[in-house]
């Protein structure tokens, strides 16, 4: 034995000598070769993190003549020093209209919870503008926190991922960040209601077969989807427009991070049967959630991600004082402290997954969407004019 170890020994100084001779007479390519470990290893970039740029805007959705609040972070190489920004109420630090880095760079887009708007999450998008990102994030016009006359409807759903689509559309010929997307390389991060929007928006075919079944007659009146207002507004305005007719998904999503989805009674195993985009689920880490199981459910194992987040707020940015006075279940619901260490581990695994997903990796080809027209109803077959006349010769005799 003790031979055998002296040999590993001398083998483990053999193949350190041999790095050691291989980094001295190849030093650049033993540097990149060393930093793409690094990379692959860590998910993280090993460059310096960008400066991140800012622009905000409104544009109109001519289809249904809606006015949309666009928010937009990105990478950026101005010398201009960074300044405060204040807006809706919030503050953070970025460079205002400075010129986008150079080059293309992957999309992501963000879809706020039903209490929030379009810088509900800017930590987050920031964050990702920081690692070569383009992110954008909209006010949904009728779904936020001064506005939800959507609430507990289709509308709810159909109406975000039409946003969103949109808002591709919107950023693909804006004059200061278009040429730095890459067209092909594009996410979604949704939160709560908007994980469920991101979801569709990925080919998911939301069902109510499960419905029935999950209020029972002892359920907690703390859940939101079982008291009487609630649950007859998902009967009928949500149940009583599936199944769809036409899947409303969108192949240019080629990867989501879906946080908390708001409904997940309304996603079977078998309405997702047809969702494509690689997947990053983050949800509550108690086993008796409403969301337990959810990512057996997937045809393609999705990378799933537990956490404390059961309180609403959890993974969103700070709220400024004035609102959190205002609104403190929301704002107040997690100390500063957990949730700034919940930020930091959310941040992490979604840029090691939208580095994987949607840099180091191809674009994603994602398949046409099912077509789910009904069959038309079988014509009526032909009267035989035979059987007829006989039947009125007899009659006759």
């Known amino acids: 034995m003790a031979q055998y170890s002296a040999m590993r020994n001398k083998d483990k100084h053999t193949r350190f000598n041999g790095i050691k001779q291989l980094s001295a007479a190849f030093p650049s390519l033993f540097a990149c070769l060393l930093a793409i470990i690094c990379y692959l290893a860590g998910g993280m970039a090993y460059a310096e993190p960008y400066k991140v740029g800012f622009t905000a805007f409104s544009s109109c959705d001519t289809q249904t003549w809606t006015r949309m609040?666009?928010?937009?972070?990105?990478?950026?190489?101005?010398?201009?020093?960074?300044?405060?920004?204040?807006?809706?109420?919030?503050?953070?630090?970025?460079?205002?209209?400075a010129k986008p880095a150079e080059g293309t760079f992957p999309l992501i887009l963000i879809s706020h919870p039903s209490s929030g708007t379009r810088f509900s999450a800017y930590d987050t998008a920031m964050d990702l503008a920081q690692e070569g990102y383009v992110v954008a994030s909209l006010t949904h016009p009728k779904d936020n926190l001064d506005n939800m006359p959507h609430a507990f409807s289709w509308e709810l759903f159909s109406g975000r991922v039409a946003d969103l689509s949109t808002l591709i559309d919107t950023l693909l010929a804006n004059e200061t960040v278009a040429h730095a997307i890459d067209p092909e390389r594009i996410g979604v991060v949704g939160f709560e209601n908007g994980a469920t929007a991101a979801l569709i928006m990925g080919g998911a075919l939301p069902s109510c077969s499960q419905w029935a079944s999950y209020c029972p007659d002892t359920a907690s009146s703390r859940d939101v989807y079982c008291n009487s207002w609630a649950k007859a507004r998902i009967t009928t305005e949500i149940c009583g427009r599936l199944p769809l007719k036409k899947s409303l998904a969108d192949r240019r999503i080629k990867a989501v991070c879906a946080v908390k989805p708001g409904f997940p009674m309304l996603f079977p195993a078998d309405s997702l049967r047809y969702f494509y985009p690689a997947l990053l689920l983050v949800t509550p880490d108690d086993d008796a959630s409403e969301f337990a199981g959810l990512e057996k459910r997937f045809q393609l194992p999705p990378e799933h991600l537990r956490m404390a987040v059961r309180a609403e707020g959890?993974?969103?940015?700070?709220?400024?004082?004035?609102?959190?006075?205002?609104?403190?279940?929301?704002?107040?619901?997690?100390?500063?402290?957990?949730?700034?260490?919940?930020?930091?581990?959310?941040?992490?695994?979604?840029?090691?997954?939208?580095?994987?997903?949607?840099?180091?990796?191809?674009?994603?080809?994602?398949?046409?969407?099912?077509?789910?027209?009904?069959?038309?109803?079988?014509?009526?077959?032909?009267?035989?004019?035979?059987?007829?006349?006989?039947?009125?010769?007899?009659?006759r005799q």
């Open 69 to 97: 609040d666009i928010a937009v972070w990105y990478p950026t190489e101005s010398k201009k020093k960074a300044s405060t920004i204040r807006d809706m109420p919030v503050s953070f630090r970025a460079v205002r209209k």
């Open 314 to 395: 959890a993974l969103l940015a700070p709220c400024p004082e004035d609102l959190a006075s205002d609104l403190p279940a929301l704002c107040l619901s997690v100390k500063e402290d957990d949730r700034q260490e919940l930020h930091t581990q959310f941040a992490a695994a979604l840029i090691r997954f939208c580095n994987t997903h949607l840099k180091l990796s191809g674009p994603k080809y994602i398949p046409e969407p099912p077509d789910l027209t009904p069959p038309p109803p079988p014509k009526p077959e032909p009267q035989k004019k035979g059987k007829k006349s006989s039947g009125k010769k007899k009659a």
